[in-house]
């Protein structure tokens, strides 16, 4: 019996001894985790006071970053859907329409940061548009006739094309740009390859000076070109990714003249001299349309107005003698 009470007291000391040493050792840990706790605190808010509220991050510590709130509620909410709509149409896009948008995108220069896949999600949105206003002008079914079928192609076909006729019109108003702008960077090209720079220095040169739509084409070449690029494959590139024939004479010339070795001083003098003679030639041509495009407002707005006047006075004559 004392056995037994022996070995149960020396079980309760043991117990005891290693509570009492992991009590310690955790209020051990936690005095040494508060004491560096609040140095750490302590010398973030030294450094905050006294650097003139210009605090150095410590790396282990996580920063604390504020929400920032942007935007009014209604982009935040309608917007935010409307982007994840147009996100999950695209994904709907045949990949021949794709590619032929992402080349009118490319040519236009991605206006509003369009992709292939949100321009038709665009189109189809439209297209829903169109759908609807059809449904708003024929709810009467028993009223629809051939003349209300004809609005209703004519609406739903509209509303389908009207984005494909909006990006065509960027992409022609920027190759116009271009066209119009090359002869005078020709000219540029010209004169700095005659006063000894080299054709790359000079495209540099140019892409500096002028900030045009083919100023920022030849920057784009140029670094391609330092990104490791040759120089015929950057300018080929940039000629399929523009599509204007007259780029794509002066960069086939400009190829053949780097393979037969000749000068660039001479050949640049060549294209832009060309250059000018081809601009004055289609100022000519749309000076000798304009009076065929001036038939019909004459027709409509002048004649009419010449006739009142003319006729004007005749009337109460032609009134009293009938």
């Known amino acids: 019996m004392s056995i037994e009470l022996i070995n149960m ?27 560096k706790r609040s140095v750490k605190v302590s010398t973030r808010v030294d450094q905050y006071i006294t650097s003139g509220f210009q605090y150095q991050e410590d790396p282990k510590a996580s920063p604390i970053i504020h929400r920032e709130v942007k935007g009014s509620f209604l982009s935040r909410t309608v917007g935010t859907w409307l982007m994840k709509l147009i996100a999950f149409l695209g994904r709907l896009a045949p990949q021949s329409m794709v590619e032929q948008v992402e080349h009118l995108l490319i040519i236009a220069d991605h206006p509003n940061n369009l992709k292939a896949n949100s321009f038709f999600a665009i189109r189809m949105l439209f297209l829903l548009l169109g759908f609807f206003l059809v449904y708003l002008i024929n709810q009467d079914l028993s009223s629809i006739d051939l003349n209300s079928i004809l609005l209703t192609i004519l609406i739903i076909a509209s509303f ?163």
């Open 160 to 322: 389908w094309m009207l984005p494909m006729i909006w990006l065509r019109g960027k992409a022609r108003t920027r190759q116009e740009e271009i066209q119009r702008g090359l002869p005078d960077a020709l000219d540029m090209l010209s004169v700095c390859a005659s006063a000894g720079l080299g054709f790359d220095q000079s495209l540099q040169r140019i892409s500096e000076y002028w900030d045009t739509e083919f100023g920022h084409e030849l920057q784009r070449v140029t670094q391609e070109m330092e990104m490791g690029v040759s120089r015929s494959e950057a300018l080929r590139s940039m000629s399929d990714r523009l599509n204007v024939d007259d780029l794509k004479l002066f960069v086939s010339t400009i190829i053949q003249a780097e393979r037969i070795g000749m000068s660039y001083a001479d050949v640049l003098h060549t294209q832009a001299e060309q250059m000018r003679i081809l601009r004055q030639l289609r100022a000519r041509e749309i000076a000798n349309k304009l009076p065929a495009k001036m038939i019909i407002p004459l027709a409509l707005f002048i004649f009419p107005a010449m006739l009142i006047v003319i006729l004007a006075p005749a009337v109460p004559t032609l009134l009293g003698a009938f």
């Open 9 to 35: 007291e020396l079980l309760f000391i043991f117990l005891g001894a290693t509570t009492a040493i992991l009590g310690l050792t955790l209020a051990i840990y936690g005095i040494v985790s508060w004491i």
